[in-house]
C-alpha cells in the first residue's frame, strides 16, 4: 500500500502504485500518476493530467502540473509526463502542455532540477539533463540528453538546446546552442566546446579531437555558415559528435543557430 502521511490530501481519482510515499502536507490531484517508488518529501503541489514514472523524488514547495502560465490556454485537456529516476528539487514549477505546443511537456530519465527551476509549457527535455538552481525555460524549448544549465540562466521560447551542450550560469539564451557547444553571456554567445563534459562522458579521444578541429572550421570566416556545413560534413563524415552538429543545424528551427562573437553568418 502507498505510505500517505495524515496531513496529505489525495484525490481518490489519483493513481499511486504500492510504494508510493506522500509526505506531510502534499496535495495530489485526481488526474495525477505516481509510478513505483514515486516520494513527494513533504509540502508538494501535483495537479492536471500528470504522470511521474518510477524513483522519482520530488522535493517540498514543488508545483507540479499547474496550469501554463500562458494567456493562451483554455482549459483544454493537456499533459505532463515526467520519466523515472528524477530529482525534482524545492520550489521547481513544472506547467503541461498547451493546443498551441502539442498538448504535452515531457521531462526525461535521470534528470536534475535544481531549487527554483522552470520548465514551462511544451517544453521537452531529455534524459540525464541537469538544471542549476533557478535555470528558466520558455514555453516550446527543447533541452536534448546530458545538456546542463548553469544557474539563473533563461532561455528563450522556442529554443533547441543541443545533447552535451552547457549553457553557463546568468546567461540569457535566445538562440540554438549546437550539441556539444558551450555559451555564456547576457545575451549568450557560443565559447567554445564542452570538452570536459565530453570526457567525463568518456567519449574517444579521436571523436573530441575530430570535433575540435570541425568546430575551428564551421565557425571560421570564409563562405556562408551553409557553405561551411555542407564542406563540413564532407570532411569529417564518420566522426559522431560532427554528424550530430550537422544534423542539428540543418534542421527545421524558428531560430538562429548561436556563433561565437564575430563569427560570419552568412
Known amino acids: 500500500m502507498p505510505r500517505i502521511h495524515p496531513t496529505a490530501v489525495v484525490d481518490t481519482g489519483a493513481a499511486l502504485a504500492g510504494d508510493v510515499e506522500i509526505g506531510p502536507y502534499c496535495v495530489v490531484g485526481g488526474g495525477v500518476a505516481l509510478g513505483d517508488g514515486v516520494r513527494l518529501l513533504s509540502h508538494v503541489v501535483i495537479d492536471g493530467r500528470t504522470t511521474i514514472g518510477a524513483g522519482t523524488r520530488i522535493f517540498p514547495f514543488a508545483s507540479i502540473g499547474l496550469a501554463p502560465q500562458d494567456l493562451k490556454y483554455a482549459g483544454e485537456a493537456s499533459r505532463l509526463v515526467i520519466g523515472r529516476r528524477n530529482t525534482i528539487r524545492e520550489y521547481v514549477t513544472i506547467n503541461p502542455g498547451t493546443a498551441g505546443g502539442g498538448m504535452v511537456t515531457r521531462v526525461g530519465d535521470d534528470c536534475l532540477l535544481m531549487v527554483g527551476a522552470h520548465v514551462a509549457h511544451d517544453c521537452q527535455i531529455g534524459d540525464h539533463v541537469i538544471m542549476a538552481n533557478n535555470a528558466t525555460l520558455?514555453?516550446?524549448?527543447?533541452?536534448?540528453?546530458?545538456?546542463?544549465?548553469?544557474?539563473?540562466?533563461?532561455?528563450h521560447q522556442f529554443v533547441r538546446i543541443g545533447r552535451h551542450a552547457m549553457v553557463g550560469g546568468m546567461s540569457g539564451v535566445e538562440r540554438d546552442v549546437i550539441p556539444?557547444?558551450?555559451?555564456?553571456?547576457d545575451r549568450a554567445r557560443l565559447t567554445g566546446l564542452n570538452i570536459i563534459g565530453m570526457q567525463r562522458r568518456g567519449f574517444s579521444r579521436d571523436d573530441i579531437q575530430g570535433l575540435r578541429s570541425a568546430y575551428q572550421f564551421l565557425f571560421s570566416e570564409s563562405g556562408t555558415l551553409n557553405?561551411?556545413?555542407?564542406?563540413?560534413?564532407?570532411?569529417?563524415?564518420?566522426?559522431?559528435?560532427?554528424?550530430?552538429?550537422?544534423?542539428?543545424?540543418?534542421?527545421?528551427?524558428?531560430?538562429?543557430?548561436?556563433q561565437p562573437r564575430g563569427a560570419n553568418g552568412g
Open 227 to 258: 557553405e561551411r556545413v555542407n564542406e563540413t560534413a564532407e570532411r569529417y563524415a564518420g566522426i559522431g559528435p560532427v554528424a550530430d552538429i550537422i544534423a542539428f543545424i540543418r534542421a527545421d528551427s524558428s531560430r538562429a543557430i548561436c
Open 180 to 185: 556539444y557547444g558551450q555559451v555564456m553571456g
Open 138 to 155: 520558455g514555453g516550446h524549448v527543447i533541452v536534448e540528453d546530458y545538456a546542463i544549465l548553469g544557474g539563473l540562466s533563461a532561455v
